[in-house]
């Protein structure tokens, strides 16, 4: 993996001196510079699970065969393209949240001279994918698909950040439920965290979309499953592990956690719920966390874990007949990577 992600940061280099070469014609050092920095600090020191995913997932299509050096820079270059599109989401996801730290360090727009200036930076990154595909896949067959991939998947993703924030925005708990949690999620991270690594990588296979119907429906269930992970983490993890400061309960996230405490809490509880869930007091929040250990949500969420993984292993071995051994491998994969899992 050390090797992977090593040949993966390499090609990440390329990519941006490939970007700033091109800048560097029309404007001036300064904004060279600004690009270059932003790049950096938006893109390099997270986990970059979501493009190595898309490495992983063509060598495990390519069953074994060793794939050649022009193959590994077009599906690390995807893999980028990835990796960029998250770096666009958590720019303006940051500013609308109000957050402070991501990947244990300051958010782009905390930083001094950056401020809004945030807003078009994101821009700009999504506008990379578009000219990273260009220069890497357009004599491709499947130029076109990957574009009206990533359109698609930016579309679903910003939908459920709009059902994320208009839900917050009302603050009526009794809004909140299971399923509303599920659309969210569903959207909001789901289909680019787990379905676009795997797409990525059956396009660049010579596969047709529409023929993997089955193993995007698991990918899906996969994504929300991580996300409840991530609803757990934000409020049990410790922040030096996870990377930054959980915020859901002073933010009046429609978490998970908050939906199982209005389904386990008595009415005193819910009171209690009530006059702390979305408060920007430290106390408030210490209440909160209190009653999720009073409700035992921690072992509520420990048996939806187990559940839902044991779920997924048997859903992806009784489709033995509608999924490839080659996706099998890659399913099972993305299973393994993120069961258990501490950030």
């Not at 999504?126 to 896949?137: C, E, M, P, S, T």
């Not at 130029?143 to 698609?152: A, K």
């Amino acid at each position: 993996m050390s090797d992977l992600r090593s040949e993966f940061m390499g090609v990440y280099e390329q990519l941006k001196g490939k970007i700033l070469k091109d800048l560097d014609i029309n404007l001036t050092n300064g904004a060279c510079d600004w690009v270059a920095k932003m790049l950096d600090h938006n893109l390099r020191g997270g986990k970059l699970n979501r493009g190595l995913s898309a490495i992983d997932s063509y060598s495990l299509l390519k069953e074994g065969k060793q794939l050649t050096s022009e193959e590994i820079i077009q599906i690390s270059s995807l893999g980028w393209c990835i990796e960029w599109l998250q770096g666009y989401f958590l720019v303006h996801d940051d500013i609308m949240d109000g957050s402070s730290k991501r990947r244990g360090q300051p958010c782009w727009f905390r930083l001094s001279k950056v401020g809004m200036i945030a807003v078009n930076d994101g821009i700009l990154l999504r506008n990379h994918i578009a000219v990273i595909l260009k220069q890497h896949f357009r004599g491709k067959p499947y130029y076109v698909d990957l574009l009206e991939l990533f359109n698609e998947v930016e579309y679903q993703t910003a939908s459920g950040q709009m059902i994320d924030l208009i839900t917050t925005q009302e603050r009526d708990l009794s809004k909140y439920s299971l399923p509303i949690h599920r659309r969210i999620v569903q959207y909001k991270t789901a289909y680019y965290s787990f379905y676009l690594p795997v797409a990525c990588a059956l396009l660049m296979a010579g596969e047709n979309l529409d023929n993997h119907a089955n193993a995007k429906d698991i990918l899906i269930k996969m994504g929300i499953y991580f996300q409840v992970q991530d609803d757990y983490l934000d409020c049990f993890a410790d922040p030096q592990v996870l990377g930054k400061n959980g915020t859901d309960i002073k933010d009046f996230k429609c978490s998970w956690l908050v939906v199982k405490a209005l389904e386990h809490c008595n009415e005193e509880q819910r009171k209690l719920l009530d006059e702390n869930y979305g408060q920007d007091d430290e106390a408030c929040v210490a209440k909160i966390k209190a009653l999720y250990k009073d409700l035992k949500l921690e072992d509520v969420y420990q048996e939806y874990e187990n559940n839902t993984y044991e779920e997924l292993k048997n859903s992806i071995e009784d489709q033995e007949t509608k999924l490839s051994k080659a996706m099998q491998a890659v399913l099972k994969s993305f299973l393994a990577k993120i069961y258990k899992r501490k950030k």
